[in-house]
């Protein structure tokens, strides 16, 4: 059994299309981030997973059920919205419980005073009080039961908020950018949280965020967007050490992955930066390519080099943060400096100025079609 | 004004280099000077006049006028017509608020649930509160007359008989707070759509993932409790405005038949512009504010406790 699976789904907004052709399968005890940048349609995925939005054509099915036909209630989802969408005349206690007040009471029974009279109604919302407690204390906001959301820190609200989701079982936790609204701090302890919930619940979670150090940290696997389309979904270290697309490299990781026009060249070598490099992309001699590393996948040489390995350059900036030192590189073929991590020690006697190789890892240079597709290379 | 002219003069430069503290008080009170002013002028002088004049014996127009102290008031407690006039005043009160409430609320559940012909129905309802209801009286008197009136035409089809709407007793003043619900309908209409718009759309969507997903449990859930300040704000106008009823009457009924609607304000004009007794009509003004300021200290104080949720 599975627990989110999404078939071809497509979604437009008037003219505009913004989901296209979406497929996914999210395991039933996995933790499923959406990655992309702003605008690219993770909300309005989210969205038609959870019922609030239709799709245009495509199946959507929860636990292996198609739900395509089924209101949001039905589904058996529980969201979390990056608004947190408390009910503010609630208190906290109340706004924990109104999803078990839904299903378990029928409309009179919700009447006020009822629970006072009809004895299966009072019984039914003292159970109600205990799980609201038991959620409560699982998030550790006990204390704040009886305040109103108005009275309440942005973080103790997301915790309402998870409360309120985790109260009644569902099959599947939605999240639409939870963490966006608190402090840097609070924000990676709240990250901590909710990948220590998700151990504990296991179920599915669908997490929407643009943050790809969320994405990387808390993630089983990242469904990487953009523009309406899935480039890649993979694990976190897949995504960014074996990146399918070359928009999923640039998005992923910081500073920015090097990228540098390159040309095929026979005898399984390509030509960028002014040097070849023993690379077998597999294309015709002459075909354009882009040749990409990270910062952390190459080093610095002295010009001055003997056996002139590397790619020659000038020093335009050195960026110390103390455990590392960013060394940015004007080279040919690249518009940007290219970025070079290298280790405080390493970065010593670095000028701006000085003209310097930049030697990036064999193994560990990428290359990309025009189109942004990955190739292949064989050293 | 003086303080005004004081702050901004040469001279002030002055005593500004010697007391720089005294002469932003000047300026504080130079700034807030117009306002005060205008206050004053067009509020709380003709309130205390009004108030003043309830206990004299002034005619309208008259150049003499004595002290009656309490008079006015003692009259008022045993006159057959103002008593009349008080109860038909809450009458029609309690019969326009909640049905204008009420429906004001259904009519913009309706307009906000529907989808097309929005601003159509918005500017149908609408129409009564800019126009003027002298004019719409007189479009009434013809509808609700006994004979060729479209009203009885209606209720002569259905087999209800045909009825003298302002002529009888019973029903001219239900007849009144019937016309004064079709006007007040629209703007109450117009304060609950805005109230509606202002509930965020996540709340909705919350509700309905949390399983408030009928229309009933929705509005309980979220809408109602969500209207808390726009409810409030349009019970406490509604009323105000219903306490002001005056020119239905004036146009179409005067007070008849036989005091059957005699209102307040009515009362007060006859009194003060049609006998000229203006001391009395003053001590009925003075009871007149004094309903409605109770409603609006009625309001300041709900609004403080409990409407408001930020
Ligand atoms: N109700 C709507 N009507 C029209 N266009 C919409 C609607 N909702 C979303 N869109 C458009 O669909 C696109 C995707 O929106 P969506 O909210 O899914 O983006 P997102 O990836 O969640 O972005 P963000 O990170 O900023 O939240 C956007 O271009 C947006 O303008
Ligand atoms: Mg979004």
Redesign the interface.
């Given at each position: 059994m599975s627990g989110v699976t999404l078939r071809s789904i497509n979604k437009t907004f008037g003219a505009t299309s913004v989901l296209s052709d979406v497929s996914l399968d999210v395991g039933e005890v996995e933790f499923l981030t959406l990655l992309g940048p702003s605008g690219c349609g993770k909300s309005t995925l989210l969205r038609i997973v959870a019922g609030l939005e239709t799709h245009d054509s495509g199946e959507v099915s929860i636990g292996g059920r198609p739900v395509d036909h089924l209101r949001p209630r039905e589904r058996d989802v529980a969201m979390v919205f990056q608004s947190y969408a408390l009910y503010p005349h609630m208190t906290v206690a109340q706004n924990i419980a109104v999803p078990l007040t839904m299903r378990r009471l029928r409309p009179w029974q919700r009447l006020p005073l009822v629970g006072a009279v009809v004895r299966s109604v009072r019984e039914r919302r003292a159970e109600i009080d205990a799980d609201v407690r038991r959620a409560a204390d699982a998030l550790e906001i006990e204390p704040l039961l009886d305040r109103k959301p108005s009275q309440l820190s942005g973080g103790q609200r997301q915790r309402v908020a998870l409360a309120r989701a985790m109260v009644r079982q569902p099959r599947a936790f939605l999240m639409d950018e939870p963490l966006s609204n608190l402090d840097a701090a609070l924000r990676v302890q709240a990250r901590a949280e909710i990948a220590d919930l998700h151990r504990r619940l296991r179920t599915t979670f669908v997490y929407v965020t643009h943050d790809q150090s969320e994405a990387m940290t808390m993630s089983d696997r990242i469904a990487v967007m953009m523009g309406g389309r899935l480039l890649q979904v993979a694990s976190p270290g897949t995504i960014y050490d074996s990146p399918a697309d070359l928009r999923v490299a640039v998005f992923i990781g910081s500073p920015r992955i090097n990228t540098l026009d390159g040309i095929a060249r026979e005898g399984g070598m390509v030509e960028a930066g002014g040097i070849a490099f023993p690379l077998n992309s597999g294309l015709l001699a002459g075909a354009s390519l882009t040749v990409a590393f990270r910062a952390e996948h190459a080093d610095i040489a002295p010009a001055s080099d003997a056996n002139g390995e590397g790619l020659p350059g000038e020093i335009r900036q050195v960026e110390n943060l103390g455990a590392d030192v960013f060394v940015h590189v004007a080279c040919r073929g690249s518009a940007q400096p290219v970025i070079v991590r290298v280790t405080p020690d390493g970065g010593y006697g670095l000028a701006r100025g000085q003209p310097v190789r930049v030697r990036p890892i064999l193994a560990r240079i990428l290359l990309f079609a025009p189109d942004g597709r990955r190739i292949e290379a064989r050293p | 004004m003086t303080l005004a002219a004081i702050a901004g003069t040469p001279g002030a430069e002055n005593i500004a280099r010697k007391t720089p503290a005294r002469t932003e008080a000047l300026a504080a009170y130079g700034l807030v000077a117009p306002a005060t002013i205008l206050l004053l002028g067009i509020l709380v002088l003709p309130t205390v006049a009004t108030v003043v004049l309830s206990f004299t014996d002034w005619q309208f127009g008259a150049a003499s006028l004595n002290w009656v102290g309490a008079d006015n008031y003692g009259a008022l407690l045993g006159d057959e017509v103002f008593r009349k006039s008080l109860t038909n005043t809450l009458l029609y009160v309690s019969m326009v608020v909640p049905a204008s409430v009420v429906l004001g609320l259904v009519v913009a559940l309706l307009i906000e649930a529907g989808t097309g012909l929005r601003a159509f129905y918005r500017a149908a309802f609408f129409l009564p509160v800019t126009a003027t209801l002298i004019a719409m009286a007189t479009v009434w008197e013809i509808m609700l007359h006994p004979s060729i009136g479209f009203i009885n035409l209606v209720f002569d089809a259905a087999g209800l008989g045909k009825h003298n709407w302002l002529k009888d007793p019973a029903l001219a003043l239900p007849t009144l707070a019937a016309i004064g619900v079709w006007q007040m309908l629209g703007l109450n209409m117009i304060l609950f759509l805005a109230g509606l718009k202002s509930i965020?759309r996540?709340?909705h969507?919350?509700?309905?993932?949390?399983?408030?997903?009928?229309w009933?449990?929705r509005f309980?859930?979220?809408t109602w409790?969500?209207l808390?300040p726009s409810t409030l704000f349009v019970l406490i106008i509604s009323s105000i405005r219903s306490f002001q009823v005056f020119d239905t009457v004036a146009v179409l009924t005067e007070g008849g038949p036989n005091k059957a609607t005699e209102v307040l304000l009515y009362t007060m004009y006859q009194e003060g512009f049609g006998f000229f007794r203006a001391g009395y009509g003053a001590a009925i003004t003075v009871v007149f504010l004094t309903f409605v300021l109770l409603l609006t200290l009625l309001k300041v104080r709900l609004a403080e406790r409990r409407v408001h949720?930020?």
């Amino acid at each position: 059994m599975s627990g989110v699976t999404l078939r071809s789904i497509n979604k437009t907004f008037g003219a505009t299309s913004v989901l296209s052709d979406v497929s996914l399968d999210v395991g039933e005890v996995e933790f499923l981030t959406l990655l992309g940048p702003s605008g690219c349609g993770k909300s309005t995925l989210l969205r038609i997973v959870a019922g609030l939005e239709t799709h245009d054509s495509g199946e959507v099915s929860i636990g292996g059920r198609p739900v395509d036909h089924l209101r949001p209630r039905e589904r058996d989802v529980a969201m979390v919205f990056q608004s947190y969408a408390l009910y503010p005349h609630m208190t906290v206690a109340q706004n924990i419980a109104v999803p078990l007040t839904m299903r378990r009471l029928r409309p009179w029974q919700r009447l006020p005073l009822v629970g006072a009279v009809v004895r299966s109604v009072r019984e039914r919302r003292a159970e109600i009080d205990a799980d609201v407690r038991r959620a409560a204390d699982a998030l550790e906001i006990e204390p704040l039961l009886d305040r109103k959301p108005s009275q309440l820190s942005g973080g103790q609200r997301q915790r309402v908020a998870l409360a309120r989701a985790m109260v009644r079982q569902p099959r599947a936790f939605l999240m639409d950018e939870p963490l966006s609204n608190l402090d840097a701090a609070l924000r990676v302890q709240a990250r901590a949280e909710i990948a220590d919930l998700h151990r504990r619940l296991r179920t599915t979670f669908v997490y929407v965020t643009h943050d790809q150090s969320e994405a990387m940290t808390m993630s089983d696997r990242i469904a990487v967007m953009m523009g309406g389309r899935l480039l890649q979904v993979a694990s976190p270290g897949t995504i960014y050490d074996s990146p399918a697309d070359l928009r999923v490299a640039v998005f992923i990781g910081s500073p920015r992955i090097n990228t540098l026009d390159g040309i095929a060249r026979e005898g399984g070598m390509v030509e960028a930066g002014g040097i070849a490099f023993p690379l077998n992309s597999g294309l015709l001699a002459g075909a354009s390519l882009t040749v990409a590393f990270r910062a952390e996948h190459a080093d610095i040489a002295p010009a001055s080099d003997a056996n002139g390995e590397g790619l020659p350059g000038e020093i335009r900036q050195v960026e110390n943060l103390g455990a590392d030192v960013f060394v940015h590189v004007a080279c040919r073929g690249s518009a940007q400096p290219v970025i070079v991590r290298v280790t405080p020690d390493g970065g010593y006697g670095l000028a701006r100025g000085q003209p310097v190789r930049v030697r990036p890892i064999l193994a560990r240079i990428l290359l990309f079609a025009p189109d942004g597709r990955r190739i292949e290379a064989r050293p | 004004m003086t303080l005004a002219a004081i702050a901004g003069t040469p001279g002030a430069e002055n005593i500004a280099r010697k007391t720089p503290a005294r002469t932003e008080a000047l300026a504080a009170y130079g700034l807030v000077a117009p306002a005060t002013i205008l206050l004053l002028g067009i509020l709380v002088l003709p309130t205390v006049a009004t108030v003043v004049l309830s206990f004299t014996d002034w005619q309208f127009g008259a150049a003499s006028l004595n002290w009656v102290g309490a008079d006015n008031y003692g009259a008022l407690l045993g006159d057959e017509v103002f008593r009349k006039s008080l109860t038909n005043t809450l009458l029609y009160v309690s019969m326009v608020v909640p049905a204008s409430v009420v429906l004001g609320l259904v009519v913009a559940l309706l307009i906000e649930a529907g989808t097309g012909l929005r601003a159509f129905y918005r500017a149908a309802f609408f129409l009564p509160v800019t126009a003027t209801l002298i004019a719409m009286a007189t479009v009434w008197e013809i509808m609700l007359h006994p004979s060729i009136g479209f009203i009885n035409l209606v209720f002569d089809a259905a087999g209800l008989g045909k009825h003298n709407w302002l002529k009888d007793p019973a029903l001219a003043l239900p007849t009144l707070a019937a016309i004064g619900v079709w006007q007040m309908l629209g703007l109450n209409m117009i304060l609950f759509l805005a109230g509606l718009k202002s509930i965020p759309r996540d709340l909705h969507e919350a509700a309905s993932i949390d399983g408030a997903d009928g229309w009933w449990s929705r509005f309980t859930t979220v809408t109602w409790p969500m209207l808390g300040p726009s409810t409030l704000f349009v019970l406490i106008i509604s009323s105000i405005r219903s306490f002001q009823v005056f020119d239905t009457v004036a146009v179409l009924t005067e007070g008849g038949p036989n005091k059957a609607t005699e209102v307040l304000l009515y009362t007060m004009y006859q009194e003060g512009f049609g006998f000229f007794r203006a001391g009395y009509g003053a001590a009925i003004t003075v009871v007149f504010l004094t309903f409605v300021l109770l409603l609006t200290l009625l309001k300041v104080r709900l609004a403080e406790r409990r409407v408001h949720y930020s």
